[in-house]
Nanobody, 122 residues
Framework: QVQLVESGGGLVQAGGSLRLSCAASGRTFSSYDMGWIRQAPGKEREFVAAISWSGTSTYYADSVKGRFTISRDNAKNTVYLQMNSLKAGDTAVYYC???????????????WGQGTQVTVSS
């Protein structure tokens, strides 16, 4: 069993930066690929970024490539999402998830966090 708790969301102006953190409990954290998935109001959930269990491979949605960076620290059971050059279109609830990367996206999600709100004002 893995429990995921996100933090770091908030309100930021366009062009600004935020760093999201996801703290995991459970001894099996390092065996999962991890990722971030967001959901904007009235829209479906959208893949943002993922990282392999070892941290050696990362994957990004085209909409965030070059602006967002995902990383993990298995010793701290934590995954991060550094978000730079934020745009109004990045406004969403961001969910941390544990699962398996397939075809460059996080799939077969087994565990979800509760979500953290990111609001970018234009």
């Amino acid at each position: 069993q893995v429990q995921l708790v996100e933090s770091g969301g908030g309100l930021v102006q366009a062009g600004g930066s935020l760093r999201l953190s996801c703290a995991a409990s459970g001894r099996t954290f390092s065996s999962y690929d991890m990722g971030w998935i967001r959901q904007a109001p009235g829209k479906e959930r959208e893949f943002v970024a993922a990282i392999s269990w070892s941290g050696t491979s990362t994957y990004y949605a085209d909409s965030v490539k070059g602006r967002f960076t995902i990383s993990r620290d298995n010793a701290k059971n934590t995954v991060y999402l550094q978000m730079n050059s934020l745009k109004a279109g990045d406004t969403a609830v961001y969910y941390c998830a544990a699962g398996t990367v397939l075809a460059g996206s996080l799939s077969l999600v087994k565990y979800w966090g509760q979500g953290t709100q990111v609001t970018v004002s234009s």
